[in-house]
């Protein structure tokens, strides 16, 4: 099993930024692509970014393009999503994953860290 454990939520206006992590232990990180999936108060989880296994590699959902950006230290086993120019929208649970690259799959889920960005 990997245990999965986010970081760094909280309240921020609009404009502001913000750093989550997600600590990996248990497994070995580095045989994993991992995700970025956000759920918003009534909505669907809906997938965020996603970061290769080298971290070489990454795409976006088109709502975060250009304003989010996922990295990844493997020495450390963590993933990072830095989040700038917040909206109100992006107020969520954001959840990391430990899948595969093109998310067919994901095996590993943590318990999500709550952003609240305040117009």
């Known amino acids: 099993q990997m245990q999965l454990v986010e970081s760094g939520g909280g309240l921020v206006q609009a404009g502001g930024s913000l750093r989550l992590s997600c600590a990996a232990s248990?497994?070995?990180?580095?045989?994993?692509?991992m995700h970025w999936f956000r759920q918003a108060p009534g909505k669907e989880r809906e997938f965020a970014a996603a970061i290769n296994w080298s971290g070489s590699s990454t795409y976006y959902a088109d709502f975060v393009k250009g304003r989010f950006t996922a990295s990844r230290d493997n020495a450390k086993n963590t993933m990072y999503l830095q989040m700038n120019s917040l909206k109100p929208e992006d107020t969520a649970v954001y959840y990391c994953?430990?899948?595969?690259?093109?998310?067919?799959?994901?095996?590993?889920w943590g318990n999500g860290t709550l952003v609240t960005v305040s117009s």
């Open positions: 994953a430990a899948g595969t690259y093109n998310g067919a799959r994901m095996y590993y």
């Open positions: 248990g497994r070995t990180f580095s045989n994993y692509a």
